[in-house]
C-alpha cells in the first residue's frame, strides 16, 4: 500500500513538472534593459525592404491608470513588450477575466512587479484584447495584421 502511494505520488509529480516545462514560451518576465546606439556613421542602414520584414518590439507602459498606449496594431510576429511602471504590480493577460481564453498563451501567469517587462509575441492575426487580471478595470487591445 505505502508502495502504491509513493509511486502514484511521483507519476502526479512529474506530470506536473511536464505540464509546466510545455507550458509556452511566448512569455517571459525581464528586467529593464538599456540598450546603446552606435552613433559611427560608416555604419550601413539595412535596406528599406529589409527592414519591413524583421519583427518589431513595441512597448506598452502601465502606470497608476492603466495601460498607454491601451489600443495598439502590430503586424504578425511582433512582440509587446507590456512595461511596469506603475506603483504596484499587474499581471497582463487575454480577456476574459478571469479565464483568459480569448488567447490563452497571452498570460504572463504571475504579478509583474514594479520595474519588470513582459513580453508576448503575437503569432495569430485578430484583435485581442487584454486586461490586467489584479484589477480588470484596467484594459486594452492588439490588433495583429
Same mark, same amino acid.
Given at each position: ?5 509513493? &509511486?502514484?505520488?511521483? &507519476? ?18 525581464? #528586467?529593464?534593459?538599456?540598450?546603446? #546606439? ?108
Amino acid at each position: 500500500m505505502k508502495i502504491g502511494f509513493i &509511486v502514484a505520488l511521483i &507519476v502526479v509529480l512529474a506530470g506536473g513538472a511536464f505540464w509546466l516545462m510545455s507550458k509556452g514560451s511566448n512569455n517571459t518576465a525581464t #528586467t529593464d534593459t538599456t540598450t546603446e #546606439t552606435s552613433t559611427d556613421s560608416s555604419i550601413e542602414s539595412p535596406a528599406a525592404d529589409e527592414t519591413e520584414a524583421e519583427a518589431k518590439s513595441v512597448t506598452v507602459t502601465f502606470t497608476d491608470t492603466g495601460f498607454s498606449p491601451a489600443d495598439i496594431t502590430i503586424n504578425l510576429g511582433d512582440s509587446v513588450v507590456f512595461t511596469n511602471k506603475s506603483s504596484g504590480s499587474f499581471w497582463p493577460a487575454s480577456d476574459p477575466h478571469p479565464t483568459h481564453t480569448v488567447l490563452p498563451d497571452f498570460d504572463a501567469d504571475r504579478a509583474i512587479a514594479t520595474g519588470q517587462s513582459y513580453t508576448y509575441t503575437f503569432t495569430r492575426a485578430g484583435t485581442w484584447g487584454y486586461h490586467d487580471h489584479l484589477d480588470a478595470s484596467k484594459r486594452g487591445s492588439v490588433t495583429v495584421k
